[in-house]
């Protein structure tokens, strides 16, 4: 992700990443193939061998990789509470403007 | 939809016509963002309505063949966007005006009918479609990337989202679309996934998918809305998004629900041009 803001709005206050569920997860890593901006990290030495290595680096709105995962395991938050948080904090920017 | 309209009527209070055009103005005033500009008070104070004037496109309603409406709005040097004539109408319709300057449920039925008329004028969608046999007038704004060129439309009416769509907005209506960043990270499309129609779509909400041998890639609808068509050709020759992904290659249309509202959230050309530009610098597409 080049931009460092979304709609205005700075990345980093954006809550908007995949989440894995480790339950369902096997490890195919094809979420890490896909996803061009480096959001995963494969850590082959670990018990846990994939993270979410720079969650601001994903792009808002952006669940591509959820159709890559075949066991289902990776989930995103909800849009419109994402869309909502997004305009909050744009009113609360013009009212600090 | 007659909607966001300056509405300067005849307002004449001594003619049918002239109560008949009074009162399709302000059941159109009770419809989305129109506005009517009072032409007694526009004579005494220009003000206020000069500024509305600059603001919407203006909808003259004439009573009958004097324009007196008209007249005004050319010594205000206003552009008429779009106008009507009442005793044209009655003309058209076979309906005799009375000498009365009551409304009764017949004159109730003729500006329900011309109220529907404006309306339904505009429910053909005005954004050009070779199937309706107007052409696109799309002005692109280029740049290169890499031996990829990628062009942008420069147009008043289309935003963008920061996902990568378009939106051309016509009335309460929107054509929507992926831009050429997309097509061409892509490269050849092979499948296309509509929404269906009848869907209702939220604002970002997944406006149906495109597939290459690369990647999917999830539309995100700029606005929220209903689905009313989607482009049935992408199926058999989803390749038309990579020939052109704003004109032969639109993917759905909507009809808005905010449209407003959810514009604030959107971009235009210039910001998404420049957003592009940098991703395409940035962004190695192979």
């Known amino acids: 992700m080049s931009e460092t803001t979304f709609m205005g709005v700075e990345r980093s206050l954006i809550d908007w990443k995949p989440t894995i569920d480790y339950s369902k997860c096997d490890y195919c890593m094809e979420c890490v193939r896909f996803c061009p901006h480096k959001v995963f990290e494969v850590r082959e030495d670990e018990e846990i061998k994939l993270i979410i290595k720079n969650p601001h680096n994903c792009v808002v709105f952006c669940r591509a990789c959820s159709k890559t995962c075949g066991p289902d395991a990776l989930s995103f938050p909800d849009k419109n509470m994402t869309t909502q948080r997004i305009k909050e904090i744009r009113k609360e920017m013009e009212g600090h403007g | 939809m007659v909607e966001n309209f300056a509405i300067l009527p005849c307002n004449g209070l001594d ?93 109730v039925a003729f500006i329900g009918s011309l109220f529907d008329a404006m309306n339904k004028t505009d429910e053909v969608l005005s954004v050009p479609s070779p199937e309706t046999g107007t052409t696109y007038n799309f002005e692109y704004e280029t740049f290169q990337s890499g031996k990829f060129i990628f062009r942008i439309p420069k147009n008043n009416e289309i935003f963008f ?95 808005l629900t905010d449209p407003e509202g959810d514009r604030e959230l959107l971009i235009g050309f210039e910001r998404y041009f420049e957003i592009t530009k940098k991703k395409g610098e940035e962004t190695d597409v192979k």
């Open chain 2, 15 to 107: 003619k049918c016509a002239g109560v008949i055009s009074h009162e399709l103005a302000i059941k159109l005033s009770k419809q989305a963002d129109n506005r009517i500009i009072c032409p007694v008070f526009y004579r005494v104070s220009e003000t206020k309505y000069n500024k509305l004037a600059a603001e919407k496109p203006l909808l003259v309603i004439d009573g009958c063949q004097t324009r007196c409406a008209s007249k005004l709005a050319a010594e205000k040097n206003l552009k008429v966007a779009r106008r009507i004539i009442v005793a044209d109408e009655a003309k058209i319709q076979q309906i005799e005006l009375t000498d009365s300057l009551r409304i009764t449920d017949r004159e």
């Open chain 2, 161 to 255: 989202n920061e996902n990568d769509c378009w939106a051309w907005v016509s009335g309460n209506r929107a054509r929507i679309g992926v831009t050429d960043y997309v097509q061409q990270n892509l490269s050849d499309i092979l499948y296309f996934y509509p929404p269906e129609v009848g869907d209702e779509i939220d604002q970002f909400g997944e406006l149906g998918s495109i597939e290459s041998s690369k990647a999917v890639f999830e539309l995100v609808s700029p606005f929220s809305g209903k689905v009313i068509s989607v482009n049935d050709k992408l199926e058999k020759n989803p390749e038309l998004i990579n020939e052109n992904p704003y004109e032969l290659g639109w993917v759905a249309e909507l009809e």
